[in-house]
């Protein structure tokens, strides 16, 4: 991306985000407005029901989530602007985080049965939901790592301000994987993460 365009680009997505009465602080020309990118991975076997994807007691940031505590800390928001649903499967029962951070994430999921993707997800940030959808709504046409952003669910872009609790969950119910099998579902918040000051 060219010079002009990154300045248009952090121009609207200040605008966006001037307008939301939830900023805790002001976008000024000290603000840092940089590509990112927010995930969490959980393992969901066998699971049914509503499984939550973040929570709040998860206070490490890993190869298995980068949210702290399931919020942004002061100073920092989010502007999401899409949502990337990959998974992993695995011919054994996942035991512990660090199998799960090893896994390979992809969006394609031909290999897996097609009734899982009939779950679905909600995400609510701060006690109010902002998206409400099947899985299979929400797959990429594209899978690899070099079409991770463009094969995004594209979402009307949405704030998630300051220390505001971000609850992903997802309601499962089919879950199709063995008993001696586990999967493993990634959930990707692709924006812009917006920090006062520039730190």
């Known amino acids: 991306m060219n010079l002009v365009d990154q300045i248009k680009l952090q121009s609207a997505v200040s605008q966006i985000v001037s307008q939301d009465e939830?900023?805790?602080?002001?976008?000024?020309?000290?603000?840092?407005?940089?590509?990112?990118?927010?995930?969490?991975?959980?393992?969901?076997?066998t699971k049914t029901g509503i499984q939550e994807l973040l929570k709040p007691q998860d206070n490490e940031m890993d190869?298995?989530?980068?949210?702290?505590?399931?919020?942004?800390?002061?100073?920092?928001?989010?502007?999401?602007?899409?949502?990337?649903?990959?998974h992993a499967g695995h011919t054994a029962v996942i035991k512990n985080e660090a199998e799960l951070a090893k896994l390979t994430y992809s969006g394609e999921f031909a290999k897996t049965d097609s009734s899982f993707f009939n779950n679905e997800l909600s995400l609510k940030i701060g006690g109010k939901e902002k998206i409400k959808a099947a899985l299979r709504h929400m797959m990429p046409q594209e899978a690899g790592d070099e079409k991770f952003v463009e094969s995004g669910y594209a979402v009307s872009p949405f704030l998630i301000p300051s220390n505001q609790v971000i609850l992903p969950a997802l309601n499962i119910y089919a879950n199709p994987t063995a008993a001696d099998k586990d999967v493993a579902l990634e959930i990707a918040l692709v924006g812009y993460r917006i920090t006062a000051n520039g730190k």
């Open 22 to 45: 939830r900023m805790s602080f002001e976008v000024d020309r000290n603000t840092l407005i940089e590509k990112d990118i927010l995930f969490t991975r959980i393992a969901l076997g």
């Open 63 to 86: 190869g298995v989530r980068n949210i702290s505590n399931a919020k942004l800390a002061g100073g920092t928001a989010f502007l999401v602007t899409s949502i990337v649903i990959s």
